[in-house]
């Protein structure tokens, strides 16, 4: 099985890559580091799967937290996303998204009700984290008055600046994909000093080790 993995920044997931190659003579790990944001992930993932089509994509990094029971150092999986702050803001200051903009279709493939879900992946192991809702942006939210507003459209669990793109770009490539994120933040009010990427990416790490050594022939 190839699989390959993607983070945004080789820092993510660098104790990991010092660890390859793993004790799992059954798959082939390969790596790709993006960039961070939307476009640069989008180009990088397009470029990759054009000359190597993997059996399963992993996209694994950080993010922020809205709810404190996902506190930092936490490690989830996705199993939806969304282009969050992809869409213009109408005059009043209200923003309106690419499906209220008529630009996008919210029941068109690879979109269900505006969301890009995550299939469930038969014969591949369960990872047995918590199973979240994320939004992708391309502003990471740190005014309350926008974090409100985020929460009221969205509900999410997670906020990342990548994992929309490479959910959409697996789905309609028909690539299975997980997305797995860690803690490193909450969504607040920005403040650098509270953030814990140490912690984030040690239990990230720790996850993706333990998780690719259980893959079986």
């Known amino acids: 099985m190839e699989i ?14 010092e660890r390859l190659p793993l004790n799992t003579p059954h ?15 989008t180009w990088q993932l397009a470029g ?11 996209h694994a990094g950080i993010g922020g937290s809205f709810k ?6 936490s490690v989830v ?3 939806r996303d969304c282009f969050a702050d992809t869409g213009a803001k109408d005059k009043d200051g209200r923003f309106l998204s690419m499906f209220e903009l008529g630009l996008w279709q919210k029941d068109e493939f690879p979109f269900q009700g505006g969301w890009l879900p995550i299939p469930i992946i038969s014969g591949i192991p369960e990872t047995g984290l918590p199973r979240v809702s994320g939004i992708t942006v391309n502003t990471v939210n740190g005014l309350q008055a926008d974090i409100d507003a ?25 690539i299975p994909v997980r997305s797995i994120r860690s803690v490193s933040n909450y969504v607040e009010p920005r403040n650098r000093a509270a953030w814990n ?11 993706l080790i333990q998780y690719l050594e259980r893959f079986s022939p």
């Open 4 to 17: 390959l993995l993607i983070s945004a920044t080789s820092g993510e997931i660098a104790p990991l890559l």
């Open 27 to 41: 798959i082939r790990i390969s790596s790709l580091i993006t960039g961070a944001g939307m476009i640069p992930t």
């Open 48 to 58: 990759r799967l054009h000359t190597a089509r993997p059996d399963l994509v992993i």
């Open 68 to 73: 404190q029971e996902y506190p930092l150092g």
């Open 77 to 79: 999986e996705l199993t």
């Open 150 to 174: 985020a929460i009221q459209a969205y509900n999410p669990d997670i906020e990342t600046m990548e994992a929309a793109a490479v959910i959409y770009a697996c789905l309609l490539a028909g």
């Open 197 to 207: 990427i140490p912690l984030a990416v040690g239990r990230l790490n720790d996850f």
